[in-house]
């Protein structure tokens, strides 16, 4: 079931991750480190336990990337991105 969740959205992950921050960002008296612990939480009930343990480091640090662009720790210049290479 987890499976179907994560490609009924376009790029998977990373949408349910970034819907999650942003309804995250709506709670109040609730600490920067809560918010993420929540994060966390939800994506393990979501994915079942083989796939939270497959995606929980990209989980993760996709979670500290969505927190640093948001407070513009990094300047992202993708519309003047010229060239592009894959690492696998």
């Known amino acids: 079931m987890s499976s179907k969740l994560i490609e009924s959205k ?6 349910i991750v970034s819907t999650l921050m942003e309804t995250v960002e709506s ?5 920067g ?5 929540y994060v966390i939480e939800q994506m393990k009930v979501l994915l079942d ?7 929980e480091v990209v989980i993760v640090d996709l979670i500290e990337f969505i927190i640093a662009v948001s407070r513009n720790k ?3 210049k993708l519309n003047k991105m010229t060239k592009c290479c894959v690492v696998l």
Request: charged share 40%; no cysteine; hydrophobic share 25%.
């Open 74 to 76: 990094h300047d992202l």
């Open 27 to 31: 709670f109040v008296n609730t600490t």
């Open 49 to 55: 336990e083989t796939e939270y343990e497959r995606y």
């Open 33 to 37: 480190e809560q918010k993420k612990q």
């Open 10 to 15: 376009k790029f998977g992950i990373v949408d």
